[in-house]
């Protein structure tokens, strides 16, 4: 599958110019009760596929959109979307930050819908840093976007993980409506129990 390799991410600052710049390198002012000058680097982000080596060190960033994940389960489910290599449309999406952690992971496969006929579905769909997380969103949702154009599909479905309570993911679902996506519907789980 042929992926972006790696994305310039330009962090939206709009520094002020002072002195030469090193090439890739941006200078802004901070306000605050003294000056002081600090230099921001563009970020180059690998947005590509998961190895199936790089299951276990995905899974720390799982947790934090699906707490209850457990390890094993979480094998599984990622072993079947990267095996599926063979069947296309199905894998699971990361984004790699400068120092190769990843940062950003979204499983993927295509799917039929009634009112948009092929799709591609983004579940699950998590990006977490402590510098800017909401650009490591953006490379991840524009990776799937060039996936999906790649196999046809007339739109991406994201299921953006939520605890039920409200505003646990205003920054992800205002990512995504700046991105395009729009509330189409809830989807609500009833889990069942088995019967021993």
């Given at each position: ?22 090439t890739g390198e ?98 699950p769909f998590c ?70």
């Amino acid at each position: 599958m042929d992926l972006p390799g790696s994305l310039d991410v330009d962090q939206g600052h709009r520094p002020a110019r002072r002195g030469t710049l090193a090439t890739g390198e941006k200078t802004c002012l901070l306000r605050y009760s003294e000056r002081a000058e600090v230099t921001l680097l563009v970020r180059k982000l690998n947005v590509r596929l998961l190895l199936p080596k790089e299951v276990d060190r995905a899974f720390p960033l799982i947790r934090t959109a699906c707490p209850s994940a457990k390890l094993e389960g979480w094998r599984r489910f990622a072993r079947q979307r990267v095996a599926a290599g063979s069947e296309p449309g199905t894998g699971i999406l990361l984004v790699g930050n400068e120092q190769d952690c990843i940062v950003g992971v979204a499983a993927f496969r295509l799917s039929d819908n009634l009112l948009h006929g092929r799709v591609l579905c983004a579940d699950p769909f998590c990006a977490h840093d402590i510098v800017d997380q909401a650009n490591i969103a953006r490379a991840l949702e524009n990776g799937l976007e060039k996936i999906a154009r790649r196999h046809g599909c007339t739109a991406v479905h994201t299921n953006v993980a939520s605890s039920g309570q409200q505003g646990d993911d205003g920054w992800l679902s205002k990512v995504l409506y700046e991105r395009g996506h729009h509330l189409e519907g809830l989807n609500m789980c009833k889990l069942i129990s088995t019967v021993a």
